[in-house]
Structure formats: structure tokens, C-alpha cells
Nanobody, 124 residues
Framework: QVQLVESGGGVVQAGGSLRLSCAAS????????MGWFRQAPGKEREFVAV????????YYADAVKGRFTISRDNAKNTVYLQMNSLKPEDTAVYYC?????????????????WGQGTQVTVST
């Protein structure tokens, strides 16, 4: 069993930055691919970013590429999402996810654990 707890959400003006954290407890954190997803009001949950087991490779949705950076610290059992140049359309609840299946995690269809989510609101 793995528990994921997100933090770092809040309200920020357009153009600003936020850093989300997701702390994991339970089974070996370094055994899981980690990802971030988001869900805006009235929309389906969508993929944002994923990182491999060692943190050496990351993949991003086109909407956030060049603005967001995912990273992980296996010693601290934590994954991060640095969000820069935020836009109003980035407003959503952001979820951390863990999976032993990389492709399944990117597709959002093979997620072993979800966090409870943290709200990010970008104002104009």
C-alpha cells in the first residue's frame, strides 16, 4: 500500500509560479513511475507529466511542455511539479499518481495509487 499526499497548491496570478509536492509513504517509492494529472471543472482528468524510476527521463503533455518540470527525490520519497508561466487554463485540481506501468500511467488507465488532489487557481 502506498499513500500519496499532495501539497503546494494555491492561488497565483497569471505568469506566476507554484511548486507542487507529493509525499509518498508505504512501499518502495523508487519502484513506481510517478505522474501528475489535473482535472478542471466540468472536464475529464488529463495527463500532465510523468517521470521514470530514477528521475532521468520525463514526458509532458503538449499543453505544459516548456513551462512545467517534473522531478523526484527518491531519498525523500517525494515527487515535484514546478509550474512556471502559469495561465488561467492551468486552473484545476492536480493529482499525484503512482504506477508500476509507465505506458499505463501516461494513459491514466493503469494507476496503482492516486493522491487526494490539490487545488491550483490561476487568476487573470
Amino acid at each position: 500500500q502506498v499513500q500519496l499526499v499532495e501539497s503546494g497548491g494555491g492561488v497565483v496570478q497569471a505568469g506566476g509560479s507554484l511548486r507542487l509536492s507529493c509525499a509518498a509513504s508505504g512501499r518502495a517509492f523508487s519502484s513506481y513511475f510517478m505522474g501528475w494529472f489535473r482535472q478542471a471543472p466540468g472536464k475529464e482528468r488529463e495527463f500532465v507529466a510523468v517521470i521514470n524510476l530514477t528521475g532521468g527521463t520525463a514526458y509532458y503533455a503538449d499543453a505544459v511542455k516548456g513551462r512545467f518540470t517534473i522531478s523526484r527525490d527518491n531519498a525523500k520519497n517525494t515527487v515535484y511539479l514546478q509550474m512556471n508561466s502559469l495561465k488561467p487554463e492551468d486552473t484545476a485540481v492536480y493529482y499525484c499518481a503512482a504506477s508500476e506501468n509507465y505506458r499505463g500511467l501516461v494513459a491514466g488507465k493503469s494507476v496503482d495509487y492516486w493522491g487526494q488532489g490539490t487545488q491550483v487557481t490561476v487568476s487573470t
